[in-house]
């Protein structure tokens, strides 16, 4: 028998599958008008009153037992996309987890979604395939029963609690579960997480009903932002950061929470009604590093596990971080910078340079060497030293230790004549009167000063140091453009405020490292030590460092806190609570103490520098002196001092 053609084989099919959808619809049991009127009213009301975001589809998520039903619930979707056509813009869900990755952590979570299902186990099908990657739980949700439902009792006390149990251990609280009843309304349902006695527990609340010709605009609002937790107690992970966090232990045994980042977890759960339970970083880990689940360590283990409902203890915006993590609002920016040793400290004969600036110095060496051009230069040949004789006349005598000696202070022993009386007057004149007047002057002042050298100002400054950088291990992420540093990198231990207690160190204990800290600590130290050496800083800064609160991936405590904190910080209080920690005059600090007050008399400690440079020129004295003796013996050296003194 010869094989069909091509084109009536087509045939066949399209008739075949023709016959199997009309049969598919003939085993549709019929529904009440009222149900597939008011049904889809609702859901069309609601999606356009509480699903609609500006940014983001809505997604559909479809699940039936059968055939026939899948078909009642397109029917029932394409009745809400007549009536949303043009206004809301929708999406198909898909329910397939997809791999964490940087793609992932970088695409936009979608919070808007339907679900419509054709009995409960359908519904917690399509829950169970959710993933954090794809899905925001903190997002709203409408779940439409479609099929039979049963009474109202078995739904209360067996199926919804059941669902709701299911949405719990994913945190998804803003939704809502229409169900139309056997009279002809539809039921809207929803649960409380939080109620008093019953803290974490789901509680079911029937929300609305949605009665034939009654107007859906009169119902409540049936998303309510999440406003009280009843007293309930959440677990915070943290550790001991001055002054971000400040662990102070109660009497009753518990922990509180201190610094600006504990007043702000204060003022979070009086506004929110919640006790705090500190859970601290197992092993004194602190941070600790994040990855996959399971290789996490510290606070990153706590809230990535779920053993803490939130984390805040110095916790910067990382991208690692919002891989596995669920990131609040920044709630302050602070800067990571280097605490640098302080500057070496003069010496006294350094001292005496002081009073001057590398520019006086250098003119005044200028009319040395200027001075010992003009003497040396008239003093060689025959016809120089009848040039001396116009310039300066005859009766001087060694003019290069006269003009060395009026630089000093000293007196004219001869009076020159000619010429050079005039330039030698003038030159005594601002000698005499300006520069001694003025080094003198300043001279008293720094001599009695313990002053150094600057500190090192610049990020550059740092790297061409031989200074070791000390840093916790998760800091070497702000230096991955600078490998080679890793010889000189030293990683603090983790422990009970080991960062701190470097930088605290940093005021005068070490002088051979550098510590890459916040600000803040820096700050924190300086109030804390008033009177002291304060830490030094470089002005410029590594990175900005802000800062936030972490939860899990699937938390909804994200919405009612970052409320409350960008209303605080937008008031400025935050930034009252930073003040009242630290001193921020960093550049205050940098700057030498200003001599005021009554004049003190000058030591002996303080005319060391003195002393030396007297010293010194005692003993260029008696080389002189044994060169004389020696050149009474050697004729050449007679000659190279007479030229040198002539």
């Known amino acids: 028998m010869a094989p069909l053609p091509v084109w009536w084989t087509s045939r066949l099919m399209c008739c075949w599958l023709l016959w199997t959808t009309t049969a598919a619809r003939a085993q549709i049991p019929p529904q009440p008008d009222t149900d597939q009127q008011l049904l889809p009213h609702i859901v069309t009301h609601l999606l356009q009153r509480y699903l609609r975001h500006p940014f983001q589809p809505v997604q559909f998520f479809l699940a039936a037992n059968t055939v ?4 009642t619930q397109r029917d029932l979707l394409s009745q809400v996309l007549r009536h949303t056509s043009g206004q809301a813009a929708v999406a198909f869900g898909s329910t397939t987890n997809n791999p964490v990755g940087l793609r992932a952590a970088v695409q936009q979570q979608r919070s808007r979604a339907i679900l419509f299902g054709e009995d409960f186990v359908a519904f917690e099908r399509l829950v ?14 409408l779940c439409v029963l479609t099929g039979a439902s049963g009474s109202v009792h078995q739904l209360e006390t067996k199926h919804l609690p059941r669902l709701f149990g299911a949405l719990w251990t994913r945190h998804i609280v803003h ?15 929803t649960y409380q997480p939080y109620t008093p006695g019953r803290c974490g527990k789901p509680a079911v609340k029937l929300a609305a009903i949605f009665a034939p010709g009654s107007s859906v605009d009169a119902q ?13 107690t959440l677990q915070v992970g943290s550790f001991e950061a001055k002054p971000y966090t400040l662990l102070r232990p109660k009497v009753d045994g518990y922990t509180e929470l201190g610094g600006f980042e504990g007043d702000l977890l204060h003022l979070l759960a009086s506004r929110l009604q919640f006790r705090v339970n500190v859970t601290e970083s197992p092993h004194q880990v602190q941070w600790g590093v994040i990855g996959a ?19 805040i203890a110095c916790m910067a915006l990382d991208v690692t971080r919002g891989l596995y993590l669920k990131a609040g609002w920044a709630h302050y920016t602070s800067r990571i910078l280097f605490a640098v040793p302080q500057g070496r400290p003069y010496t006294a004969f350094e001292k005496l340079f002081r009073p001057f600036g590398t520019a006086i110095w250098a003119a005044l060496a200028g009319t040395l060497l200027g001075v010992a051009g003009v003497v040396g230069g008239l003093s060689c040949g025959r016809r120089a030293r009848s040039w001396r004789r116009f310039v300066y006349g005859s009766a001087v005598r060694m003019p290069l230790l006269g003009a060395l000696y009026l630089l000093w202070g000293g007196s004219v022993v001869a009076v020159p004549g000619r010429n050079f009386a005039r330039s030698l007057l003038a030159l005594w004149l601002g ?17 009695q000063r313990s002053a150094t050298f600057p500190p090192l100002a610049t990020v550059e400054q740092v790297h061409r140091s031989t200074l070791h950088y000390h840093m916790v291990n998760i800091a070497m992420r702000f230096f991955v453009d600078r490998p080679e540093i890793k010889p000189r990198v030293r990683f603090i231990p983790p422990g009970l405020d080991t960062l701190g207690e470097q930088v605290a160190g940093m005021a005068a204990r070490y002088t051979d490292r550098v510590v890459v800290c916040p600000q803040d600590m820096v700050a924190y130290n300086n109030r804390a030590s008033r009177g002291r050496h304060p830490i030094q800083v470089t002005r410029e800064s590594i990175t900005l460092f802000p800062l936030t609160i972490y939860y899990p991936k699937k938390s909804c405590l994200t919405q009612p806190f970052d409320r409350l904190v960008r209303h605080v910080v937008e008031s400025g209080l935050f930034s009252f609570w930073v003040g009242n920690y630290g001193d921020y005059d960093f550049e205050a600090n940098r700057r030498e103490p200003a001599g005021g007050g009554e004049p003190r ?16 020129a005692h003993l260029l004295a008696f080389v002189l002196f044994l060169l004389e003796l020696v050149s009474l013996r050697l004729a050449a050296l007679r000659r190279v001092l007479e030229f040198c003194m002539d």
């Open 68 to 71: 026939p039903h899948h078909l």
């Open 431 to 447: 000698f005499t009167f300006v520069v001694r007047t003025l080094y003198q002057g300043s001279l008293y002042l720094y001599l």
């Open 175 to 189: 939704v809502n579960v229409l169900i139309a009843a056997a009279n002809g309304t539809v039921r809207a349902y």
């Open 128 to 141: 169970a395939n959710f993933s954090t990657t794809a899905n925001d739980y903190s997002g709203r949700y």
């Open 220 to 232: 409540p609002h049936l998303y309510p932002r999440l406003t009280t937790f009843c007293n309930c």
């Open 293 to 311: 689940p399971g290789n996490s360590t510290g606070t990153m283990q706590l809230v990535q596990d779920e053993l803490v409902d939130l984390v």
């Open 601 to 616: 008399k000058l030591t002996l400690a303080h005319l060391v520098g003195a002393y030396q440079l007297l010293a010194a």
